[in-house]
């Protein structure tokens, strides 16, 4: 059926895309799909379910634990659909620390990482600019609703919609925020490789996206509340730069609330390229070394797996 369709573009100006520029193209629409629906749900969570009546105020939000639930598997399924959507050409790492990791372990060439990662910022931005664009004026109303300390009208609950920062019981300490966006990125990426290592029969390509969506949903569930569970420097450095040009300034970039928080931009960037980096090295050590041996030995697998890893898998 696809070799059947027309392609939107002569032959001839697409044979600039079959290469790096094609993977940029698609890791720019892989972003912009997670961030638009991660920001978007959380523009829902934050402004619009109280704006339209269907909280107790028009200021009331996370009342309950049980609140947390609706960001996290939103999250979640931005995350699923966006590796659909970008999977097929650049492996849809949609994640700057995605590919660090995969430069330092799994032989992504390191010409890619900066394209890439440029490619996933641009997309970043450009989805916060859509959540924006479609949330106007449920943020706007928030931000008139809501009493407090302002920056240029605009306050931090409306920030939150774009980018992230860390609780109050931090006091501002760099510390706690920064270990916990490395360890959420380290889990991150051991799920990841998990997923996609063929040595490995657990899921197979077509459950992989979801299954990645899933851990990404678990990571926010169990290391979410700390820090906003960013785990990805483009998904919250493109949004909050957006949010900086439309007018939240130092709240936005550097980052900053008095009495609360000062300069806090570079740690969901620092935090999951490092938490990224340490995931990879961890499934090395303790399974992917191991498949390797069994795979080059032609050992049958244990008891209790699935079936035997054959070479040409784990090629």
């Known amino acids: 059926m696809a070799v059947d ?22 890791e720019f629409l892989g972003m912009f799909v997670l961030v638009s ?19 107790a ?14 960001p ?5 399924l931005a995350v699923t659909f966006a590796i659909y959507v970008a999977g097929g050409v650049s492996g849809a790492h949609i994640n700057p620390a995605v590919t660090l990791a995969f430069a330092v372990r799994r032989r992504f060439p390191w010409h890619k990482v900066v394209p890439y990662t440029a490619a996933q910022l641009i997309g970043a931005f450009a989805g916060g600019a859509l959540v924006y664009a479609v949330y106007h004026d449920a943020i706007s109303a928030l931000d008139q609703a809501i009493t407090g300390p302002k920056t240029n009208g605009h306050t931090l609950a409306t920030l939150s919609i774009f980018a992230t920062f860390p609780a109050p019981y931090f006091h501002g300490g760099i510390w706690g925020p920064l270990v916990d966006q490395i360890v959420g990125a380290a889990f991150m990426l051991m799920f990841v490789m998990a997923v996609i290592d063929l040595r490995n029969p657990a899921t197979r390509i077509y459950l992989g996206p979801l299954v ?11 290391y979410g509340a700390n820090a906003g569970y960013a785990i990805n420097p483009a998904r919250d450095f493109g949004p909050r730069l957006f949010a900086w040009t439309l007018g939240w300034q130092e709240l936005a970039l550097p980052g900053s609330l008095p009495g609360a928080f000062h300069a806090y931009f570079w740690i969901p960037i620092v935090g999951p390229l490092v938490g990224g980096v340490i995931g990879v090295l961890v499934y090395d050590l303790f399974i992917g070394d191991v498949l390797a041996i069994r795979t080059r030995l032609a050992m049958p697998p244990e008891i209790g797996c699935t079936r035997p890893v054959t070479t040409a898998q784990a090629e």
């Open 72 to 76: 996290v598997l939103g999250w979640g």
């Open 57 to 70: 105020g028009p200021t009331t939000m996370f009342v309950a634990a049980g609140d947390w639930v609706l």
């Open 212 to 222: 990645i969506g899933l851990a990404v949903a678990a990571i926010g569930f169990s």
């Open 37 to 55: 629906f991660g920001c978007g749900v959380a523009a829902t969570t934050v402004a619009a379910l109280p704006g339209s009546g269907r909280t």
């Open 5 to 26: 369709i027309p392609p939107l573009v002569s032959t001839s100006r697409l044979k600039s895309r079959k290469g790096l520029f094609g993977e940029c193209l698609a």
